[in-house]
């Protein structure tokens, strides 16, 4: 039974379970290295799950995350967003890497660069960096078409304070395609790209720098992962409305609900309000180039089966529903949010469900 207080964050662990086994045998008959992300759960238990039980390399979003998956005894850890160069995080960033085998940081400027060199030359340590490409989403990167972006790439190979280890890039704009074959569109842009500025660097006298991807509806679509040697996936352990609305994956497939109760029932107007609001659910407004009506998240009896209601307002702890039968108040329901990772990020606590009950409670990293 579902008998914890709402509004709960419910993760069924056999749908993860599945999820991760899925993922990562596509990346093994792929033949290409698995760096799964951790920033969508931010859990030691699910970051195992990801590598069958086991410790393996992973991606991480914030230094607290490395910090912390570090210490359950992760030694291989790439710091996915362009490192601040501002003293504190190259210190925390270099502190950590002695503490592990290694530790990799993005970069995607000159002064990121010199940043990371001034620090080395006065600390006497090395930096495991990657040059982070845009591939099309246009939220950071350098242009794969660039010469500059050659330049740079040379200048890190070549410095002795760095030790470059490739090509990373995030199809994020993925997220905004509107159906499986767009996605495959993106999927072949997000690979394309880096291998189109490999050949460039190769033409330089850099051979072989490693081609690092990521993006769930991309890395869920494709049949093989062709055309880069890392994936870095995240997402999918839970995914979400929005993937499933995309075609990223079915509905079946997420892991996750926002279990919620019905606080104020009124009939006269077609609404009611349950005890999700905006830091239960988040208002990321999901797939709404698809469906502008589709409100935020999808509405679910007990058993996780779509209702006819629209969640159409969010405020701080009030969600309001639009629903054209009675709902009396006390009734209890799910809700699949359009974003797991923000969603995720509200609570410092999941209850794990299996078969229908909660068998156990994990908590996730919270912080930067």
Known sequence: MLDVSTPSFLVDRAIVVRNCEGMRAKARASGVAFRPHVKTHKTVEIGRLQHGGTLGPIT??????????????????????????????????????????????????????????????????????????????????????????????????????????????????????????????VAAEEVGSLTRFRALLASEGLEDALRSIGSTPTTSVVERFDECDEVRPGNYVFFDAMQATIGSCALSDVA??????????????????????????????????????????????????????????????????????????????RIIPNHSCLTAAMYDVFQIVDRGRVMDRWKPVRGW
């Open 60 to 185: 991480v979003s914030t230094l607290a995350e490395a910090e912390y998956f570090a210490r359950d005894g992760f030694r291989d850890i790439t710091y996915a967003v362009p490192i601040a160069t501002t003293r504190d995080k190259i210190e925390r960033a270099a502190t950590l890497a002695s503490r592990i085998d290694r530790l990799s940081v993005l970069i995607d400027s000159e002064p990121a660069l010199r940043a990371l060199e001034a620090y080395s030359a006065s600390h006497g340590v090395t930096f495991d960096v990657f040059l982070k490409v845009d591939c099309g989403y246009h939220r950071a990167g350098v242009d794969p078409e660039s010469p500059d972006s050659v330049r740079l790439a040379l200048a890190i190979a070549r410095s002795e304070a760095l030790r470059f280890q490739g090509l990373l890039t995030h199809a994020g704009h993925s997220y905004h395609a509107r159906d499986v074959e767009e996605i495959r569109r």
């Open 256 to 333: 996750v609900s926002v279990l919620t109760t019905v606080v104020g029932s009124y009939p006269e107007r077609g609404a009611i309000i349950v005890d999700a609001g905006a830091l239960a659910l988040s208002k990321d407004a999901g797939p709404d180039h698809v469906d502008p009506q589709f409100g935020y998240g999808v509405v679910c009896d007990l058993d996780l089966q779509p209702l006819p209601m629209r969640i159409v307002a969010l405020s701080q702890e009030h969600g309001k529903i639009a629903a054209q039968t009675h709902v009396p108040v006390g009734t209890r329901l």
